[in-house]
Structures are given as C-alpha cells and as structure tokens.
C-alpha cells in the first residue's frame, strides 16, 4: 500500500520551456503532497507543501510564481517549472501521507534538465 | 546548529557485518522519525520508523530511539551488498513536514 506515482520520470527540454510533473497517490488519498528538489551529492530540499484544495505553502527562497503548485484532488498534485533555466535541472520528488502521523511515501523522481 | 546531524560516513563495512549509522537531532518537541534508504539517482524509499523510545526491529533492520539523549540510530545485521546506499535520517517536529539529515553513505563490500 502508499504508493506514489510520479510522472514523467526524465524530462530534457530548452530553456524557457514550462515543464508539468504529476505525483498521484494510487491506492490512497492524499490530504497533503511535498514537493522537493535535490541536486546532486546533496540531501532533500523541500520546495513546498501542497494540501488539497488549497494554496500551496512554499518553503523560504523558493519562488511561488516559478514553481507552481495545483493540489486539485485528493490523489494528484501538480509541479509546473515556468520558464525553465539551466539552473533549474534537479532531480525532482514528490512525496505524499496517509494522515498525519503517518510516514512519507514518496514518488520516483523526475530528472529535469534544461539545455 | 542543524536540526539533524548523521554521521557523515562515508561506512564502509564487510558483507555479514553490522553496519551502525546515528543521527542527533535538536528539537525536544519532535515525536516522530525515520530512516530513508536511497540508491543512487533513485528516490528515497522508507525503511522504518519509531515513535517511542528503544528499539524497534523490522528484519535485519533495528532502529533505536534515546528521546533523552536526542538521538535514533540504525543498525543493518548481515550486511548485504544490496544495502550500499544513502541512508537518510528524517524527523518531524511540527505539523506534517520533516527534516532530513545529510546523509550517510555505506559500501558493503563483498
């Protein structure tokens, strides 16, 4: 059970593209998503906490209006990377819970590179 | 000071060793943690996880909780060559997010 799934898995566009990345729960709902990124020999950097129905709560430095967050269902969340740069390629997860003393289940990641 | 320390490792033990990897954390208030593996350029995948104090055992697997001293460890018996990884120390001290430690590489050599 808690499966996560994240899609697409790897991502290669040109700079200045948008780019949408899905994290669905499958087998349960998710009242709350999270959205992190984690560049290379470096540990998880949470971005934002995204609870259905409502806004997205983004962490400190992390702009809302370059990585936009749609929690519209209680088993999909949405990442859009607008105008993606080079300095946006990361490898990107999402993670999901079943309630709130429950551990994070997390997604396969999305390698994102921007050319 | 950081929420969650691991120590840094690199570990690397012997197949069929005991591999010891430990985290401190700072927040008293926290009630929750967890021990993440993750392969290289693999997501984290949860291992195990303890809420109350002493030890919690799941296979070869034993997670230690010291809430007074402010520190959870993990301990892999039998150590495989499958468990070379990044082992990620986590821990929640408020609402629903966590903390992560830095991360401990071990190698299993065989």
């Known amino acids: 059970g808690a499966v996560v799934s994240q899609h697409p898995s790897w991502v290669i566009c040109k700079s200045g593209t948008s780019v949408k990345i899905e994290c669905r729960s499958l087998?349960?709902?998710?009242?709350?998503m999270f959205w992190y990124r984690q560049f290379p020999k470096q540990s998880l950097m949470l971005m934002a906490t995204s609870n259905e129905g409502s806004k997205a709560t983004y962490e400190q430095g992390v702009e809302k209006d370059k990585f936009l967050i749609n929690h519209a269902s209680l088993t999909l969340s949405t990442l859009t990377v607008t105008s993606a740069h080079p300095e946006d390629s990361s490898f990107y997860i999402c993670?999901?819970?079943?309630?709130?003393?429950?551990?994070?289940?997390f997604g396969d990641g999305t390698r994102l590179s921007i050319l | 000071q950081k929420e969650v320390e691991q120590n840094s490792g690199p570990l690397s033990v012997p197949e069929g060793a005991i591999a010891s990897l430990n985290c401190t954390y700072s927040d008293r208030g926290s009630q929750s943690f967890f021990w993440y593996r993750q392969y290289s350029g693999k997501s984290p995948e949860l291992i195990m996880f303890i809420y109350s104090n002493g030890d919690k055992e799941d296979g070869r697997f034993t997670a230690q909780l010291n809430k007074a001293s402010q520190y959870v460890s993990l301990l892999i018996r039998d150590s495989q060559p499958s468990d070379s990884a990044t082992y990620l120390c986590?821990?929640?001290?408020?609402?629903?997010?966590?903390?992560f430690g830095a991360g401990t590489t071990v190698t299993v050599r065989a």
């Open positions: 087998d349960f709902q998710a009242t709350t």
């Open positions: 993670s999901a819970i079943t309630g709130f003393d429950q551990p994070q289940h």
């Open positions: 986590a821990m929640r001290p408020n609402d629903y997010k966590l903390s």
